[in-house]
């Protein structure tokens, strides 16, 4: 388990990453674009069986990845909207932590410059709003949502 300092000291690296512009993975998420710093996407995946657990609201269970236990996360929930099947895991890594989202489509990595990342007022997972190709990017707080899975 990591201690407050260690995850502030992570998120306070997220926010300086969105603040000088990024290379994010781009995901689709039900209707919504979705960015993920790339330098914390571990790996992407077909989809894996997933356990329930019942631990959280966004957690839907736990999968076997690289024969480790991981938590994986419905980003659909996160994000406010319906899945189209989620048929891709996107594994983030903060430190020694994991968690895998559930995606419905991998499109690319792009750099998303730091004029394109107005900060939010409020959003808990979600860090920024960008424009890609005339798409509405929801840039996600990776390191918040791996730091606030229950471990």
Do not use: K, Q, W
Not at 2 to 26: E, F, K, P, Q
Not at 104 to 118: F, K, Q, S, T, Y
Request: hydrophobic fraction near 50%.
């Amino acid at each position: 388990m990591h201690s407050r300092c260690s995850v502030d000291a992570v998120l306070l690296y997220d926010r300086l990453t969105v603040a000088a512009g990024m290379n994010a993975l781009i995901v689709r998420v039900g209707d919504r674009l979705c960015a993920l710093p790339i330098e914390l996407v571990e790996e992407t995946m077909r989809s894996l069986r997933i356990e329930p657990t019942g631990t959280s609201e966004f957690v839907v269970g736990v999968a076997i990845i690289r024969g480790r236990p991981t938590p994986v996360v419905d980003t659909a929930r996160l994000v406010g909207t319906s899945s189209r099947g989620g048929n891709r895991l996107v594994t983030l890594r903060v430190r020694e932590r994991r968690v895998a989202l559930v995606v419905d489509e991998v499109i690319d990595v792009r750099a998303l410059p730091a004029g394109e990342l107005p900060p939010l007022v409020a959003g808990d997972v979600v860090r920024a709003l960008a424009a890609l190709d005339r798409e509405l990017v929801i840039v996600l707080d990776a390191a918040r949502i791996v730091a606030e899975v229950p471990a």
